[in-house]
């Protein structure tokens, strides 16, 4: 049985009224565009569902019936709109957001906190993985934005570049003498390297530009986050390739030196990624929108 909407939605305004006239009014509509409508709905369902009396109707028990269901399902909808025009406004919702720790730490914090001062309805959720798993992630649909390491080659990705960052390398005080005479890459890599574990996006970009100039990276410490690559660098256990932009702590307090190397590494980025063949929520579009500024 397909009946339109429009006539359970006269219907429910005519048993809330017990009137023809009174449903007219709230609906904008004739009186006898009313009564056509109940009308056609009660030969529709084969069944009478008012009784008309000389000063309106009376519900009969199937109309009753009838009405404790319809109304529900009228007035969900109506929650179901309102709650969309909420969400359009940015007064509830959901964005998820993925980024790995470093960047979470040394770059978003200031953004999430902005977001959140100005849409406190829309409930944050992040997830920090590696960028390989928040690649995954944005693919199956589980966050709606990465935050992550670039260069990212995912043809389904939209990638907006939102900070250029360096890789260097530093130590502690036992190999300060290399920041006197900058050794080239083909010397470094003799001394004992502190790098993040071969997963990690930054490793890779690193490892290949070295092997682009056949050099061999052998790490003799393999660690899991950035704050650890300057605490081992700090205490002398070798020298560490970290991002220079997320070290100025350590840099300007002076517990680690910067190793100015002859070649340096080149520059990347770090970015914000979507898919394209999915629209962003307005939380995301917002967000997009307060990050934008940092290009």
Do not use: W
Not at 134 to 161: R, Y
Not at 245 to 265: D, K, M, N, P
Request: glycine share 6%; net charge negative.
């Amino acid at each position: 049985m397909s009946i339109k909407l429009d006539l359970y939605r006269v219907f429910c305004s005519v048993a809330g009224h017990r009137s023809f006239s009174g449903a007219a009014r709230e609906l904008y509509m004739t009186q006898p565009a009313v009564s056509q409508a109940i009308m056609q709905l009660e030969d529709q369902l084969g069944i009478r569902l008012f009784t008309r009396m000389p000063r309106g109707v009376t519900i009969t028990n199937e109309g009753q019936l009838l009405y404790e269901y319809i109304s529900s399902a009228m007035n969900l909808i109506k929650v179901g709109e309102q709650k969309l025009l909420e969400a359009k406004d940015l007064l509830i919702g959901e964005l998820k957001v993925g980024v790995g720790d470093t960047i979470s730490r040394y770059f978003l914090l200031p953004y999430l906190e902005r977001f959140h001062s100005e849409s406190p309805g829309i409930k944050l959720r992040i997830i920090n993985r590696t960028t390989l798993e928040l690649c995954e992630m944005l693919k199956s649909g589980e966050i709606d934005m990465a935050i992550c390491n670039l260069p990212v080659d995912e043809p389904a990705f939209e990638i907006m570049e939102l900070k250029r960052i360096h890789d260097i390398f530093v130590c502690g005080d036992k190999y300060i003498h290399l920041t006197e005479n900058p050794p080239d890459l083909t010397q470094i890599v003799k001394y004992p390297l502190i790098l993040l574990e071969s997963k990690s996006n930054s490793r890779q970009y690193v490892e290949k530009y070295f092997m682009s100039l056949d050099i061999k990276i052998t790490p003799e410490i393999e660690l899991g986050s950035h704050e650890l690559l300057l605490e081992f660098a700090k205490i002398n256990l070798g020298i560490a390739c970290v991002i220079k932009e997320f070290s100025q702590e350590y840099l300007q307090r002076g517990v680690v030196h910067e190793i100015r190397v002859a070649e340096g590494i080149p520059p990347r980025s770090i970015g914000c990624c979507f898919l394209k063949s999915v629209s962003l929520s307005p939380a995301s579009k917002r967000f997009v929108d307060i990050l934008k500024p940092v290009l």
